[in-house]
């Protein structure tokens, strides 16, 4: 069998976007053809010129991502001088985007990093929702960006996920006749709180459906009275904390986010 061959990646920053471009291709060979090395954060024209003859001694292949112009084009001349195979995997696609576009880039490095920290951030949004689903959590409801609240089956779970996925720390309380809300939701900025409404008859059709799927709730669970009684409850508990109240009414989730959303970033 022939020796692994080593994937030399070069990066000003982690070098994330040429390992994924590494792995696609990677998985047209056999395992242990190649072998895959990250240089990250080579920042100078001296760590640049290091790397390469590293890599050049030991029969390396170059993958490449750097943002300055400069640096990529000291990159082709070093490994044209030793002969190395190498791969430029963000130029081409810079230089098409700046010449259609008539403007030139940035050359600004690790702008991946950002879209990363974002990506991470909507994680983390996601599992706070998770953690302050249905009541949960309340020590920690300050922490939320948003708050929802209403009686069952007004599709608080499913709007307190779909902000999360955009970055927004959300948890939901259900509003229970009979039953106080935790007392930190009076505590907290009225103008993070949104209370969700769904007209009765809806509300009543919606429950009898869910009781006939789970089997596992009393009659008065979809009752006309029981479910006027409760939105009723909800009302006088968004009145008194003073919140925005988002009718959800044949609206699909989305467009009830969106109406959140601009309350809550004027």
């Not at 022939?2 to 395992?31: N, Y």
Request: net charge negative.
């Amino acid at each position: 069998m022939a020796a692994e061959r080593t994937i030399l990646i070069v990066s000003d920053g982690i070098g994330e976007t040429a390992h994924q471009v590494a792995k696609a291709a990677l998985g047209q060979f056999e395992p242990g053809t190649f072998r895959v090395v990250r240089l990250p954060k080579i920042m100078t024209t001296q760590q640049l010129a290091e790397a390469v003859q590293d890599g050049c001694a030991e029969g390396c292949i170059f993958l490449y991502t750097l943002a300055d112009p400069t640096m990529r084009a000291e990159m082709e001349q070093l490994v044209a001088a030793c002969g190395a195979p190498a791969v430029d995997i963000l130029g081409p696609v810079i230089d098409t985007f700046s010449a259609s576009a008539g403007t030139e880039p940035l050359g600004v490095a690790g702008t991946m990093r950002k879209i990363d920290r974002s990506y991470f951030e909507r994680i983390g949004a996601m599992e706070f929702a998770v953690n302050h689903d249905d009541g949960r959590g309340a020590d920690t409801l300050d922490e939320a960006d948003i708050v929802i609240i209403g009686v069952s089956r007004t599709s608080k779970t499913p709007l307190s996920m779909y902000l999360a996925s955009r970055g927004y720390k959300v948890a939901n309380i259900p509003l229970v006749p009979g039953s106080d809300p935790p007392e930190e939701l009076f505590r907290i900025e009225p103008r993070r709180v949104f209370g969700l409404i769904v007209e009765s008859d809806t509300l009543t059709e919606i429950r009898a459906k869910r009781m006939g799927e789970l089997g596992g709730y009393t009659r008065r669970y979809a009752e006309p009275e029981t479910v006027e009684r409760e939105l009723e409850w909800a009302r006088t508990v968004m009145r008194r904390i003073g919140c925005v109240v988002i009718k959800t009414t044949g609206r699909a989730i989305e467009e009830a986010a969106q109406e959140i959303l601009r309350y809550y970033n004027a």
